[in-house]
């Protein structure tokens, strides 16, 4: 399967994959940060089993236009959701492409496990998957604090993120992008969480806390450290995950 490429509100590049037959069924996948947008095997596979995949980069990162948290990045998230039905073009050959009335799931892990978990609270969306989710800023890993995250996305990936000025500061007050302040707006029926016990750079208290707190589904594995998308794909934890879509 190839994937292809398209832009929502001008400036958020996603790759996307219509599903393998005639279905209003739709994933977004959202990553972590920092992270290398590759997501064309989980991509592939939801394609197969009747969903629309897309894969969007935020906005002020890799080959999107803005700035990287000017807004709360679950805006980006609504904003494709916006357009879903409205249309969209493939980027290389033109063609355009619409979902009717979209059933929308959202599947994100670490920093897009915010994402995720605060988009939840749009109607639209019907259920997330949180892969080992940021829940606090204020709850700091010891192992990779903020300040160290900082300064490795820095040096590691340079202008694949471009901040808005304060962005990083953003962050730091948790009164931004912080599903643990927002628990009380949150349906925790919409949610699945799936968190290691060994997890060295997202701490599991937070999500453990946060997770009872909106009574959502949570599946801890007693290893994996800090897990990605893939581990929703393994047959013992996609048992439970297609058991939670409901498919």
Known sequence: MH????????EIVAEFLPSVR???????FCDGMPSLPNKRRVMESFAKKGYWCFHP????TWESGGKFLKFSPE???????????KGFADAWSGK?????????????????GAAVLLASRDKRVKKVIAVSPLIDWRAQSKTEPLSLHIRRTENAFGEAYRLVPGGWNKL???????????????DGKKAFIIHA?????????????????????????KKGGHLSPSIIMKPRSYKKVKKFLGK
């Open 3 to 10: 994937t292809l490429r398209t832009r929502f509100k001008k």
């Open 22 to 28: 005639k279905s209003n069924k739709v994933i977004i």
């Open 57 to 60: 980069r935020y906005r002020g």
């Open 75 to 85: 805006k980006d998230v609504l904003d494709i959701i916006d357009q879903l039905p």
């Open 96 to 112: 355009k492409y619409r979902v009717p009335s979209p059933e929308v799931y959202l599947v994100g892990t670490s920093f897009g």
């Open 172 to 186: 730091k007050t948790g009164k931004f992008y912080n599903p643990a302040i927002h628990a009380d707006e949150i």
């Open 197 to 221: 016990k060994d997890d060295k750079v997202v701490p599991l208290g937070p999500t453990v806390k946060f997770a009872q707190a909106i009574g959502a589904k949570l599946l801890l594995l």
